[in-house]
Structure formats: C-alpha cells, structure tokens
C-alpha cells in the first residue's frame, strides 16, 4: 500500500510539472522615424503620467548589442510584477486610506489601466546621425489592447524583441514584447489522476482480500 501511495506522488507530480514552456506575444509596434540615421539605443515605459522603465537584465537601457534578439527584462524594473500580474488576471488594485476606510487609488495609473482593459506606454529612442554621435530623442506611444488573458498560464519572464533597421535617412524599428509562459495544470485534471488511480489500487486491495 506504500508503495501505491508513493506512486500516486509522483504521477501527480509528473503531471503538475510536465507543461510545455512557450513565448506568446504581448506587444508590436512597428514605426518609423524620419531624419535619424543611427540609433544609439532605447528606454521603454510603461504608464505615461507615472510611467516606469522596464530595463534589460543588466539594469540599463537597450543598446545595439541587444537588438535583433531576445533580451530578457530585469524583473525589479518599474512596473514588471504588476504587468505580469494584470497580464496573469491576478492584479489587485492599490488601496489608501480613506475617510471610510480603504479604498481604491484612483490616482494610480496601474489601477486605471486594469479597470480600462488597457495597457498603455512609450518607447524613448536615442538617435544618432551617421557619425553615430547623438543628434536628439524621440518618444513613441503605445497601447496593449485588448490585453491578452494569460490567466492559464504562469508567467516566468518577460522579453524584449528590437528589430532595428538603419538607413541614411530614417530608422524603422519593430519592438515586441515576449511573455515566457508555462501552463498552469488545471486541478480537476490532478482530481481525475487521483480518483483514478485511488480506484485502481482500492481494486487491487480487494482482490488481495
């Protein structure tokens, strides 16, 4: 009967670790920008009136050395575990304290962007002419809507996709943005496992008898 016991352990945990990790897609956004020749590198916000920075792993900007691949972001950047956790439909909103008690913050911009279903944010792009010497900044805008519903996955990063072309005269950019996602095994599935395999082993304990 040990023995059986153990068995249902482990097929239980086979069952709740054996999902497949994929990259879904959260953001593209596709521009141009006239005038510039080189770009040195970029920043990306989330918010606008509260906007915080998602940085690479190493903590700073998005350089050349980082586009044209995947570039994981640093998960104690700005608004990354709330993004995730409006993403995964696990977000609670910021309270204070209000004369009644709490209540919801309605001067967060997080808050707003989960009652409005709406991700908004920018990319800062640092441009250079065709010496590569730093000829000024230009800011795009952005919106996640609708955004996507990644409640029956697990999200474990998050990473950014630059695709970067140069020219004499403008630089054409593609940003994206990579959800690194496992599915969450759902718990009827592990209750059928195990009523399962209990009916088999209570079976075999009676033809043992």
Not at 36 to 57: D, H, P, R, T, Y
Request: aromatic fraction near 10%.
């Amino acid at each position: 009967m040990k023995k059986s016991i153990l068995l249902i352990i482990i097929l239980i945990f086979i069952t709740a670790s054996s999902v497949q990790a994929t990259m879904i897609n959260i953001l593209d956004t596709v521009g141009s920008i006239s005038g510039k020749s080189s770009l040195l590198g970029f920043e990306i916000f989330v918010g606008s009136l509260q906007s915080e920075q998602l940085s690479n792993a190493n903590g700073i900007d998005f350089s050349p050395s980082d586009y044209n691949k995947l570039v994981k972001i640093q998960p104690n950047s700005g608004y990354y575990s709330p993004l995730i956790a409006i993403l995964e439909r696990t977000f609670t909103p910021y309270m204070i304290n209000g004369p009644n008690g709490q209540m919801p913050d309605y001067n967060s911009e997080m808050n707003a962007m989960w009652n409005s279903k709406d991700i908004w944010g920018s990319v800062m792009f640092f441009c250079g002419d065709t010496s590569r010497a730093y000829s000024g900044s230009v800011r795009h805008v952005f919106n996640i809507n609708p955004i996507p519903d990644l409640s029956e996955y697990k999200i474990n990063n998050l990473y950014i996709y630059s695709n970067i072309a140069e020219t004499l005269s403008n630089i054409n950019y593609e940003i994206q943005l990579y959800a690194d996602v496992t599915t969450v095994p759902e718990p009827s599935t592990i209750f059928l496992l195990v009523s399962g395999l209990a009916g088999m082993i209570g079976a075999m304990a009676l033809k043992r008898k």
